[in-house]
């Protein structure tokens, strides 16, 4: 699913983000990225969503090489994943239900049939019953939910977490790593970049640990 051979990615003056990475994800594996901040945990996922290109090496995700991706073709294969973000990046002038739905609007989906995939990804989550709610309403852990919930409304391959559990307490962090292995028991890829060392150990998925944009570490806790 997921497939990094050699990646090396520097930014403008030589400064190194990612070096000489290579490791794979299979389908329906879940594994976290951790390390300190600067490490590079944000380029990898970047680099797998096509936001920025490595300077040297391959990205491979669902069998397309991403260096040889055409600018245009960056849309259909984002499509094929879900990403949830710290911040939520929620529109507050906006439904849950509204929110759930963004990415299957901008795919063209019927509207009847975006009704019916978002009230799925909202079951799924546990917030069906909070659909016509506003996100302001709605609780930290409540928010990340929805944001879940759009990230997978369209069944995307492979989901990509950044700080998926960073302004969540320990039992809210729990509820949604739940949420996440119910996605890889039916075959969703899933990679967590996480700061959350105690969580990481406590699940005890393999862990692919950065430390100055190279990989030192990849195992299970």
Do not use: C, W
Request: glycine share 10%.
């Amino acid at each position: 699913m997921i497939r990094f051979d050699d990646v090396s990615k520097h930014y403008a003056g030589g400064q190194a983000a990612l070096s000489q990475l290579s490791f794979e994800i299979a389908r329906g594996e879940m594994v976290f990225v951790t390390g300190h901040s600067g490490a590079g945990k944000s380029t990898l996922l970047k680099l797998i969503l096509g936001m920025e290109k490595s300077s040297a090496g391959q990205v491979l995700v669902n069998g397309s090489n991403l260096n040889r991706l055409p600018r245009n073709k960056i849309p259909y294969h984002r499509r094929g994943i879900g990403a949830v973000f710290q911040d939520h990046q929620l529109l507050f002038d906006r439904s849950v239900a509204d929110n759930v739905a963004l990415p299957l609007q901008i795919a063209g989906f019927h509207p009847q049939e975006t009704r019916r995939r978002v009230r799925a990804a909202l079951d799924k989550v546990g917030l069906l019953s909070k659909e016509k709610m506003f996100p302001e309403r709605l609780s930290g852990g409540e928010q990340q939910r929805v944001g879940i919930a759009r990230a997978v409304v369209n069944r995307p391959q492979i989901i990509l977490a950044d700080e998926p559990t960073g302004n969540l307490d320990p039992e809210l962090s729990a509820d949604v790593m739940k949420v996440f292995e119910q996605f890889k028991s039916v075959g969703v890829s899933l990679l967590l970049a996480s700061h959350n060392l105690s969580l990481v150990k406590q699940l005890n998925y393999r862990t692919l640990t950065l430390s100055e944009g190279r990989l030192i570490r990849d195992g299970r806790s």
